[in-house]
């Protein structure tokens, strides 16, 4: 404990340009007035921060996001009544379509390989629109969450929790629109009366939704700051990160679930899921000799493209090859595989 202290005493009084000394007894009571004096002039200054807030100009952007939100759920829910959407059942590869591919990408640290078969069953829409959740704070500069206050606050979706600082849904009202417009309803009745034309305008709507909430959360993230842990992907919506001790699985590790917070970006509010993508010139069933040959899409873009959206005119043309060669398939090979 003598030498952490030191090398604390030592690194401020190079900040305040004072000489140190080893001996505790010969510190300088000057700086230690000063920092007493300086501690209440930041408090303060933080909690006038927030009388700024929220910004009148930047409402109107949180409130399109909404919109844009709900339509994107809505019309992902329609999608999913028509188009079946695979997820291994050992690691998080998704696929889109009928049957599952046969390459092998399976990295699951239950089967002790990156070189398996994937397992596929039936995914839902969090295999699509991954959640990302944050804790939900009483006002933007409240004090930091410590690790025994984690029960003490509610989790919402983050993209929610960003568009309640910056003003668009009252913070008392959360959590009751997040369960009345997080989870919409289709019937049998309304799938049996939409017709191919109206799936791909349908495909075409989720795939502006997923544009517009993109970059209104690039346009948010400007000005109301969020953090994300490099280590475990912890979003957090606010000035500085939360002290909830859980990052991390192992024992080992020598951080004890301490997050390392760094600044958070539009990927890690709405992560991108890229999947393998299956184009017309591809065999039904993709092979793991053609990975090569095949693309990728995020699979909100490739199950868009699946309703007859067009996709390939976008800024994913290149990641999806729609005009590269295709894999020569045999029958032989897949008869191998199985």
């Not at 999806?320 to 894999?327: A, D, N």
Request: net charge positive.
């Amino acid at each position: 404990m003598a030498i952490w202290r030191h090398k604390v005493w030592r690194h401020l009084s190079s900040f305040q340009g004072a000489t140190y000394s080893t001996t505790p007894s010969r510190i300088n009571k000057s700086m230690l007035n000063n920092l007493r004096k300086i501690r209440p002039m930041i408090h303060r200054r933080i909690e006038n921060r927030a009388k700024d807030y929220p910004i009148k100009d930047i409402i109107p952007v949180a409130q399109d996001i909404l919109e844009a939100r709900r339509n994107l759920l809505a019309n992902v829910n329609v999608l999913l009544k028509v188009f079946p959407v695979l997820t291994c059942k050992f690691c998080s590869e998704v696929f889109v379509g009928k049957e599952g591919h046969l390459i092998q990408t399976c990295r699951s640290y239950i089967r002790r390989g990156n070189t398996k078969l994937h397992e596929w069953v039936p995914g839902s829409i969090n295999d699509i629109l991954v959640p990302v959740e944050s804790f939900h704070l009483r006002n933007m500069h409240q004090g930091v969450i410590r690790h025994q206050q984690r029960f003490d606050y509610d989790r919402v979706p983050a993209v929610l929790e960003l568009c309640c600082q910056a003003g668009a849904i009252h913070p008392e009202e959360i959590l009751q629109y997040s369960r009345f417009h997080d989870n919409p309803q289709i019937s049998d009745e309304d799938m049996r009366s939409i017709s191919p034309e109206d799936l791909k305008y349908v495909g075409a709507s989720a795939l502006m939704a997923w544009e517009r909430v993109r970059a209104g959360l690039k346009k948010l993230l400007l000005v109301y700051p969020s953090k994300v842990c490099k280590r475990c992907k912890e979003v957090h919506v606010g000035p500085s990160g939360h002290k909830a001790r859980l990052c991390g699985v192992f024992k080992y590790e020598s951080y004890h679930g301490t997050h390392y917070w760094e600044k958070a970006g539009v990927n890690d509010l709405v992560p991108e899921k890229v999947v393998w993508h299956r184009r017309p010139q591809d065999p039904v069933v993709l092979v793991d000799e053609g990975r090569s040959y095949y693309g990728h899409a995020p699979a909100i873009v490739s199950l868009c493209s699946h309703a007859g959206a067009l996709v390939c005119n976008t800024k994913y043309a290149c990641e999806m090859k729609p005009q590269g060669l295709s894999f020569p398939f045999t029958y032989s090979i897949l008869n191998r595989e199985t």
